[in-house]
Structure formats: structure tokens, C-alpha cells
């Protein structure tokens, strides 16, 4: 990426959205860090974090971290976010859609069957983790226009299968969030924005380490979230014209990342052998649907 890209990081005071604002910075980038929680009022205080932790970290890395306390359940606070960004810098380079919501309590989210669980739970999910995103994106609509930038969406392969680890809610949030964004490709090429979406594998976030037993079985050979970053950084890097022959295409972090050659990220290195086939047959070839289903 070009020296002070500017950038925005959505739900980035732990877990992917960290990792990533911590790559990009390292990058260079001005980045900017979004969410709810703050070093005075944490909306996770047994996982941590906060926006502010997450700028200073990126700012010690070598770039400009700026924390923005932003609820994006509420649309007024992202207009007046993009606002704000109109005014300082004109332009959006990367915008990187990774905000999400766990429903509360756990126990009824991830333990009672769909039957015995409230509507609210899929409301909640759609709301953060799909509207959101796309609220989001069409509001920045021109000021990544202006900088033929990028909108990098933190999906899951979650969207195309269904697990007994995470519940219905989940699933139909993913899925929800890929078929929009897809529709948005479509169209946001006209404006020479390039969308795409990002699945990160199975990933060592604070929330699946404090939970290690209910996603046993998740974690014996997991990404780090700055592993993600590192995705993120070099889907950056491309030229805005490969980004926007990429646009509507679904990657994961493993095939970003040994598609650029840069493979060992904080330790952790994967089963080349095993993506690298599918990873050449998918996202080689000229098929322009991104959509597929993972066996």
C-alpha cells in the first residue's frame, strides 16, 4: 500500500479488526479505528480491548492509529464519521467492513436450539455484521471513488455450511452479508471501487481462546488475527486495476497470502499443499461468479 493510505477498520478493538489495524499501520497507513468499546467503557470486559488500546498499538507500529467511538447500529453517527473524513482528507483508500456482534447471553446464543431462542437474535446479528457494512460502504461511496479504493468485507465460509458450534443466526447473518456485498461488486465497478470479501480460517481471537471449549476442535491449527492483517495489507498493495478484476471475488486469508507469496505470518504457516490446488482452480480462472460451496 502507498505510504499514508488512509483507512478505515470497523470493530476493531480486538479479535480480526485488531490484527488488521495493527498490519495496516505497520504499512504505513492512517488508520482509523472503530467500535464501541473505550479504555473507560469496554462492551466486552471479559475479552478486553478497547478502540483507544488498538490505536496506540498501531501508532507504535509505525503508523497513525486514530480511535473513533462509533456505534454503527446508528446511521447518524456513520454520516458523521464519513463527514469527518470528507473534511480532513477528501478521500478513502481502504475501507475494511469487520464490525460484528455476538447476542447476549451467550448461553442462549450459542447452547439453546433456534427454536427456543428470540427473533431478536437475528435482527441483531443482520443489523451488526450485514446492514451495517453496507451502510457504511455506500455512504463512503465517493470518497473511495476519489481514491479508486477498496472495500476488503471480513466474512466466513460459515455462509456456505452450518456447524453445531455457532447457531442459525449466525450462519444466515454470513450468508446474508456475502449476497449483498456481491451485489454491491457489481455495481460499485462503475465508480471504480473494487469490493471484495475476505474469509479468514479458524483464528485465535480473544473470545475463541477464552471459549476453547466449546470450539474444541477449532483451535489445533489456528490463524493469528494478524495473519488477517497481513491479507488485508496485501490486497492493498495491488494496483487498483487487478483489485477491480478481483472485485466480487470471495478469498480466504490462505489464498491471498500464497497468491503474494508471503506466507509465514507471526508463526503461523499452513497446509500449502492443501489450498494451493483449489486456491489456483477458483481464483485463476476467469469465472466472474464468486460464489461457491465448501464441501
Known amino acids: 500500500m502507498r505510504h499514508s493510505s488512509i483507512c478505515i477498520v470497523t470493530g476493531a478493538s480486538r479479535g480480526v479488526g485488531r490484527g488488521i489495524a495493527l498490519e495496516l499501520a505497520a504499512a504505513g497507513c492512517i488508520v482509523y479505528v472503530t467500535g464501541r468499546s473505550t479504555s473507560s467503557r469496554q462492551t466486552e470486559v471479559l475479552l478486553q480491548g478497547s478502540v483507544d488500546a488498538t490505536a496506540s498499538a498501531a501508532t507504535r507500529r509505525g503508523g497513525a492509529g486514530i480511535a473513533a467511538y462509533i456505534d454503527h447500529t446508528l446511521d447518524d453517527e456513520s454520516k458523521q464519521f464519513v463527514k469527518l473524513l470528507s473534511e480532513l482528507h477528501g478521500r478513502l483508500d481502504l475501507l475494511v467492513n469487520n464490525a460484528f456482534l455476538m447476542p447476549k447471553p ?76 456481491l451485489a454491491l461488486a457489481c455495481q460499485l465497478q462503475n465508480c471504480s471501487i473494487s469490493v471484495l470479501t475476505l474469509w479468514p480460517g479458524s483464528v485465535a481471537t480473544e473470545r475463541m481462546v477464552v471459549g476453547k471449549r466449546r470450539f474444541q476442535g477449532w483451535l489445533t491449527d489456528p490463524e493469528t488475527t494478524l495473519f488477517s492483517g497481513r491479507a488485508v495489507v496485501k490486497l492493498g498493495e495491488l494496483s487498483a486495476e487487478a483489485r477491480l478484476r478481483l472485485s466480487g471475488r470471495t478469498l480466504t486469508t490462505v489464498e491471498v497470502l500464497y497468491m503474494s507469496g508471503g506466507f509465514d505470518v507471526d508463526g503461523y504457516r499452513h497446509d500449502l499443499q492443501r489450498e494451493a490446488s483449489f486456491a489456483i482452480a477458483q481464483y485463476f480462472s476467469e469465472a466472474p461468479n464468486m460464489t461457491r460451496v465448501v464441501n
Not at 446464543?109 to 451495517?132: H, K, M, T, Y
Not at 465517493?142 to 450462519?171: E, I, M, W
Open 106 to 181: 451467550d448461553t442462549l446464543f450459542f447452547s439453546a436450539p433456534v427454536w427456543q431462542q428470540p427473533c431478536r437474535l437475528l435482527d441483531e446479528q443482520f443489523c451488526i455484521g450485514a446492514r451495517n457494512h453496507v451502510v457504511l460502504t455506500l455512504l463512503s461511496r465517493d470518497l473511495l471513488s476519489k481514491a479508486r479504493g477498496c472495500v476488503v468485507n471480513v466474512s466466513s465460509g460459515g455462509s456456505q455450511g452450518n456447524t453445531q458450534v455457532f447457531p442459525v443466526a449466525y450462519h444466515v447473518n454470513k450468508a446474508a452479508y456475502d449476497r449483498m456485498v
